[in-house]
T-cell receptor, first 109, second 115 residues
């Protein structure tokens, strides 16, 4: 089975940097994905990591350590519109994604 | 930008009724999925579909559920006899291939309320 843990809630200030951690235990690991989800909307793809290291995409970066079962999503220059849930998801086996419960990020002025 | 589209966006149905949720995956994608999210809970995998057959399904996807690709563009989820606990947001998703690096793209969801 899969076990994915991430903090339930975080608060950060506009313009700041925030790091959202995710730890996982899974069999057949085949990549880790981060999605953003605004309330009542679909998950929107942000980034993925298959190999260890840092992947950077504009204001968003994601890091993976497979040996530690650990990933983080780094958001820089926070904006109010970044207030959302951030979902860590592990691809196990060929295809399917298994999601954590998500971290609800609130950005305050 | 191509996207996954779903209909209806919201459906209210009585317990015991059949429901069909419809999806049009991204046109060049080969793998299709249904996920659901009960209010306030995590996104849960239901089923994946490739080459006109189910490739994987979860424990949630019991005999009350079925999927079909009736033509070259649509992908449907049928719930034969709905229960109150089936109330959830149902997301259709698709990906171009399988394995590492193939991103799964989600539709906007169909919100099902069973009363």
């Amino acid at each position: 089975g899969q076990n994915i843990d991430q903090p339930t809630e975080m608060t950060a200030t506009e313009g700041a940097i925030v790091q959202i951690n995710c730890t996982y235990q899974t069999s057949g690991f085949n990549g880790l994905f981060w999605y953003q989800q605004h309330a009542g909307e679909a998950p929107t793809f942000l980034s993925y990591n298959v190999l260890d290291g840092l992947e950077e995409k504009g204001r968003f970066s994601s890091f993976l350590s497979r040996s530690k079962g650990y990933s983080y999503l780094l958001l820089k220059e926070l904006q109010m519109k970044d207030s959302a849930s951030y979902l860590c998801a592990v691809r196990a086996g060929a295809n399917n994604l298994f999601f954590g419960t998500g971290t609800r990020l609130t950005v305050i002025p | 930008e191509p996207e996954v589209t779903q209909t209806p966006s919201h459906q209210v149905t009585q317990m015991g009724q059949e429901v069909i949720l419809r999806c049009v995956p991204i046109s060049n994608h080969l793998y299709f999925y249904w996920y659901r999210q009960i209010l306030g809970q995590k996104v849960e995998f239901l089923v994946s579909f490739y080459n006109n057959e189910i490739s994987e399904k979860s424990e949630i996807f019991d005999d009350q559920f079925s999927v079909e690709r009736p033509d070259g563009s649509n992908f449907t989820l049928k719930i034969r006899s709905t229960k109150l606990e089936d109330s959830a947001m149902y997301f259709c998703a698709s990906s171009p291939g399988q394995g590492a690096g193939n991103t799964i793209y989600f539709g906007e969801g169909s919100w099902l309320t069973v009363v």
